[in-house]
């Protein structure tokens, strides 16, 4: 479920949604890496992720790589890279999967396994 449009004992109209559910073949893992990093993923093709609660390092497809560089967003800002240009990369997890990922999840990523 991505969101719930209503809390109990609230009035809803007929025929209103209720919630918003996300499919698995529609979740996706989304991160930032610099220009080098953007471009090895690239010709790679797949990145490593990882979460808390997971057994082992899945393979994540490439599915698109920002057009343009942009500065760090302010959220994942550190003091050792104040003016380091990044790339928003996003990439699909295999189907069977992809079930056990949730939205805002925190994962490790590694271009190399």
Known sequence: MLRIFYQPHEYIAPNAPIMEVLRP???K???YGTPSQANQ???QGFVWVHCAR???WEK???KMIGATQAYMPQFLFSGQSPGQSTQEIQASLPQ???F???PGQ???IQIEH
Do not use: E, M, N, T
């Open 54 to 56: 997971c057994a082992q």
């Open 96 to 98: 069977p999967s992809a």
């Open 29 to 31: 893992i989304v991160f």
């Open 41 to 43: 993923i690239r010709q």
């Open 100 to 102: 056990h990922w949730h």
């Open 60 to 62: 994540a497809k490439l």
């Open 106 to 108: 925190p994962v490790d």
């Open 25 to 27: 073949q529609d979740r």
